[in-house]
């Protein structure tokens, strides 16, 4: 498809009222097309499935992403996983959870998020009621990231599903998700699997919780 060929579909979403999942994954769509998808999020009303995976939108096209979501109140999940999309993009992202309602899971994995770009979505999980899956796996997630999370999860009522395998998880990273599960009873499915943390504590602990 490309970015040229996406301006097309874009247009299309403009006026369309029907069309309620779009999967544009693996498709080389730059920074340029995501644009046009944002830009056409702004007044499209029907979409509720976004598929943007194995792309190449990088922080631009993620910025345009998540300012369409501080206004679109259809789309309620989105996939951006395999993008490049760095500190300021996620940033923005944040700051659109922040107001967003409506957007009920959202794909971060392998997506080159480090520890300083989960305090933003952390943050914004303090005050999201709405975001019930999240997929941060894959990603150079260490161990004060991971507690950024698990503050998040003291406050959270909002989220049942969250993806962190694949991250490095060591035994103290388990241990601050574990203590936070003593507060939050929403979580419901919590995917840590790793080969680089040690189970024997962590996972008893998580066992007398789950």
């Known amino acids: 498809v490309y970015s ?17 999942i779009l999967n544009i994954e693996y498709n080389c769509i730059d ?18 499935i976004l598929d943007l995976g194995c792309n190449n939108i990088g922080s631009a096209g993620t910025r345009c992403l998540a300012d369409a979501l501080l206004t679109n109140t259809t789309l309620k999940i989105l996939d951006m996983s395999h993008n490049e999309i760095g500190t300021i993009a996620v940033k923005c992202l944040a700051n659109a959870l922040r107001i967003n309602r409506t957007l009920t899971a959202l794909s971060l994995c ?12 952390a943050d914004a999980l303090l005050v999201n009621t709405a975001l019930a ?58 995917y840590l699997d790793c080969d680089y943390w040690r189970p024997e ?10």
């Not at 056409?40 to 509720?48: E, P, V």
């Not at 392998?110 to 979505?121: A, E, H, L």
């Not at 894959?138 to 003291?154: E, Q, S």
């Open 201 to 210: 504590v962590s996972v008893k602990r998580m066992r007398r919780i789950l």
């Open 110 to 121: 392998w997506t080159g998020i480090r520890s300083t770009d989960v305090k933003y979505i």
């Open 133 to 190: 899956k999240l997929d941060l796996h894959n990603n150079g997630i260490d161990l004060t990231g991971v507690k950024y999370i698990a503050d998040a999860l003291l406050i959270n009522k909002a989220l049942t599903i969250l993806y962190l395998n694949d991250n490095g998880l060591d035994s103290t990273s388990v241990r601050y998700i574990a203590e936070a599960l003593l507060i939050n009873r929403t979580l419901r499915k919590l």
């Open 31 to 48: 920074s340029v097309g995501a644009e046009y998808i944002g830009n056409a999020l702004l007044k499209n009303t029907a979409l509720t």
């Open 4 to 20: 040229t060929g996406v301006k097309y579909i874009a247009d299309a979403l403009l006026i369309n009222r029907t069309l309620t």
